[in-house]
């Protein structure tokens, strides 16, 4: 841990990318606490407020209201618990199916390996917001379907990467002394190979969390999303364009927020692949 | 004469053949051709070959960790090839492996006292910590390690706690693939007496597999000598060692260094291999009791 983060601290991007991520989760995190105004009840005579400064100190709306005057600030904060959480179980939901179907592929090979290897090239011939919106239009839009939805545009990554890995890590010579002990398959799978791969899972989940949250984004900009008036930043988007040219704050705040929190799990995400890659690691 | 503990006959291992999906059949390579040896409780026998003479295969297929492609294997009098895992796991109990390279053969994010308990677990037997410290004991190791990672460890550690884990279940046959090949030569020394002690103390029989000569002459009883996937010539260590008959078992003899700078060197015996591949009609032939030798 403390070596983590001595490396960590020599990357200037990767430790950047570490202070926006952990400054949007305890944002999404403390959300409650931070005396904001609700985010879903607006006031007709505040709308439309652009940002109040009172020089350096933020007045009542800071980041300014939105055309029902709900304030843009809490409305961002608040939406980043759902985007957050959102991206977060899609992201795990996707990295348990396409680890172990990688995992199962690769070791088991033959037949499942050809099955389960055609299935990722079929859906990745697919367009993947065509297949997002497909399923979200056929089920209906709720949390539940937007979660599955990203994570079955998400397993296809893992298992390619992770059936990779597999496919080296069985020809070593501790999963044949586990073949030669009589150890069953799942036992090899589970015990040997699993915790050989979960570092490439790792940083693929880092690279799949930074996809989802534009993807979410999409969706909720889509109406397919999270519904109102719960906020998201998708829909604040969606629903500020059109007053784009009298008020920039209503669409450029939760912009930004996408912008930053992918853009700092990008550098971090990419950090960490570097840190764990003991090529690039010994060459530093 | 009773029934030797493992008995290997006309066994055969191939690999390429007809399976590429593309284009025509492949090339079929015989790893190991129909080749046949015995190992008899506690005796030691060393398999003697170059590289890509199909000694590894040779192990692998007798534990079956791969499939024959024809022959038999029977160990304790039981036909064990074509088995299915289940039917072969309590065979397995009985028969292990040693690897020739100790920095693959342990898993990276296992603790090694877990890996050592690892055959105990899936036996289902008693994986007690007191039991796992005896089997560090037992292989010169301070039980003290058990919660260390393997890349603790050093060359000769890490082979020790893969011979600790292979003798676990207290097994009568250790297949030990070049377990010293990859060690200091100081260190090797160490581990050919592990392993004799080993086989003093619990009766366990070996097959030996090395590329050269010089250390099977401490540890084995018989020697058989592998090239282009044929046994050549099979022996007691002592006709060996003073009466080779086939060319390339003298040109592995002429390879081990004289440690005596006064004696002239040997010879070299120019054996090209490529030249001498063992044509497919020739046969074993007994030409002293024990001492057979393949006839071009």
């Known amino acids: ?284 | 004469m009773a029934e030797p503990l493992l008995e290997v006959r006309n066994l055969i291992r191939t690999y390429g053949g007809n399976r590429s999906l593309l284009g025509g059949a492949r090339p079929v390579l015989h790893a190991v051709n129909d080749i046949s040896f015995h190992v008899a409780a506690g005796e030691t026998l060393g398999l003697v070959g170059e590289s890509g003479s199909g000694k590894s295969t040779a192990g692998r297929v007798t534990l079956q960790l791969e499939p024959a492609d024809g022959g038999s294997v029977r160990f304790a009098g039981q036909e064990i090839t074509g088995l299915s895992p289940r039917q072969l796991k309590p065979v397995r109990r009985q028969m292990q492996m040693i690897f020739q390279d100790p920095y693959a053969a342990l898993n990276p994010r296992m603790r090694v006292g877990s890996f050592v308990a690892e055959p105990l677990v899936v036996h289902g037997e008693d994986a007690h910590k007191d039991r796992i410290a005896d089997l560090f004991r037992i292989v010169g190791l301070d039980p003290a390690f058990m919660t260390r990672y393997p890349h603790e460890f050093s060359g000769g550690q890490r082979q020790r706690i893969c011979i600790a884990r292979a003798i676990a279940l207290k097994p009568s046959f250790i297949v030990a693939d070049e377990p010293i090949t990859a060690l200091d030569v100081s260190i090797q020394a160490q581990i050919v007496n592990l392993f004799q002690d080993l086989q003093d103390q619990l009766g366990l029989a070996y097959l030996f597999i090395a590329h050269d000569l010089s250390m099977v002459r401490y540890l084995c009883q018989r020697v058989a000598v592998m090239l282009r996937g044929r046994i050549v010539e099979t022996a007691s260590v002592e006709q060996i060692f003073s009466n080779p008959q086939h060319p390339y078992t003298r040109s592995l003899l002429d390879a081990i260094p004289v440690p005596d700078p006064d004696r002239p060197r040997r010879k070299r015996l120019a054996f090209d291999v490529a030249s001498n591949i063992p044509p497919r009609e020739a046969v074993m032939a007994e030409i002293a009791p024990g001492h057979f030798v393949l006839q071009p």
């Open chain 1, 1 to 284: 841990m403390r070596q983590f983060f001595s490396e960590l601290s020599r990357s200037k991007a990767g430790l950047a990318g570490f202070i926006l991520l952990v400054l949007f989760v305890a944002l999404a995190v403390l959300a409650p606490w931070l005396g904001l105004e609700d985010p879903t009840r607006g006031s007709l005579r505040a709308r439309m407020t652009a940002p109040t400064w009172d020089g350096f100190w933020p007045g009542a709306h800071p980041l300014g209201t939105d055309e029902v005057g709900r304030d843009i600030l809490s409305r961002i904060v608040h939406g980043s618990r759902t985007t957050l959480a959102v991206a977060g179980a899609a992201v795990v939901a996707g990295g348990i199916v396409g680890t172990f179907l990688g995992i199962l592929a690769g070791y088991a090979g033959g037949l499942t390996d050809r099955i389960l290897m055609r299935l990722v090239d079929i859906q990745l011939a697919i367009p993947l917001m065509m297949l997002a919106l497909l399923v979200v239009a056929a089920l209906g839009p709720s949390i539940q379907n937007v979660i599955m939805v990203l994570a079955l545009t998400s397993w296809i990554r893992y298992a390619r990467i992770i059936r990779g890995q597999v496919l080296s890590l069985r020809e070593r010579e501790f999963v044949q002394s586990a073949r030669a002990i009589g150890a069953s398959g799942w036992r090899i799978m589970l015990r040997h190979i699993l915790p050989n791969v979960m570092t490439p899972a790792l940083v693929v989940a880092t690279l799949e969390l930074a996809r989802i949250i534009v993807m979410d984004a999409a969706l909720s900009f889509l109406g397919l999303g999270v519904q109102p008036p719960n906020p998201s930043w998708g829909r604040m988007l969606a629903d500020g364009r059109v007053y784009i040219s009298t008020a920039w704050w209503s669409v450029t705040f939760p912009g930004l927020a996408i912008m930053l929190t992918v853009l700092g799990v990008n550098l971090f995400g990419d950090w960490l692949r570097d840190y764990f890659d003991p090529k690039t690691r010994s060459a530093r």
